[in-house]
């Protein structure tokens, strides 16, 4: 079993910010940061409601994840695990049989050290490790 | 070959939900119906999954044909 923290966040895909963003608050959700991240190519907002973390992504054109917002428009996409050590974490998923199609990187859109990966599940879809 | 082009088959099938599918070596990956940038990670993951083999992005992104895919494959293995 691949060894995780616990869960960081629920990515969630939002055609826009502003109205998706006030539809959360209204559910009890508050803001808690975000902005442009340029790893994913997207607009990022954090909104949190009793420790958990739903990150509102509106990913730009160029974005990998951009034909699923023409698809789904508003809907969640991927899961992000907080994990001890991204690098033998992003190992165990590679030798598991999942694509890495985004290695890791500093995420500016969380904290100053934060870093995150990406891989692709063939049947769990898209993953998100973060080592805070 | 023959082999991992049935596999292949059944995988590209699957990802583009599509039974009709049908699959040649010089079989364009961008051109099947249907594709964008994020079924082709999905095919990679899938690809990645049924043969035990591991890509980077930069080689996900310049595969292009079926045949390259599957020199790919066994270059790995």
Partial sequence: MINMKKIHHIGFLAKNLEKTAKDFESMGYER???????IQKAEILFMNMDGVNVELVVPSE??????????YRNAPY?????????????????KQGYALFRPAVKAVAI?????????????????????? | MDE??????EIFQDVFDNEGITLTADTKIKEIKGW????????????QDEFGVAYNIEEIMKLKTVGEL????????
């Fill in chain 1, 32 to 38: 808690n940061g975000g902005g442009f991240d340029p």
């Fill in chain 2, 36 to 47: 964008d940038s994020f079924i082709h990670i999905s095919l990679m993951a899938a690809v």
């Fill in chain 2, 70 to 77: 599957i020199a790919s494959i066994e270059g790995k293995q």
């Fill in chain 2, 4 to 9: 991992k082009m049935k596999q292949l088959t």
């Fill in chain 1, 78 to 94: 991927h899961i992000c695990y907080e994990v001890e050590n991204l690098e033998q974490a992003i190992e165990e998923f590679v």
């Fill in chain 1, 111 to 132: 904290s100053e050290t934060a870093r995150v990966a990406f891989l692709m599940g063939r049947n769990v879809g898209m993953v998100e490790l973060v080592e805070l």
């Fill in chain 1, 62 to 71: 160029d974005s990998e994840v951009y034909p699923l917002l023409k698809k």
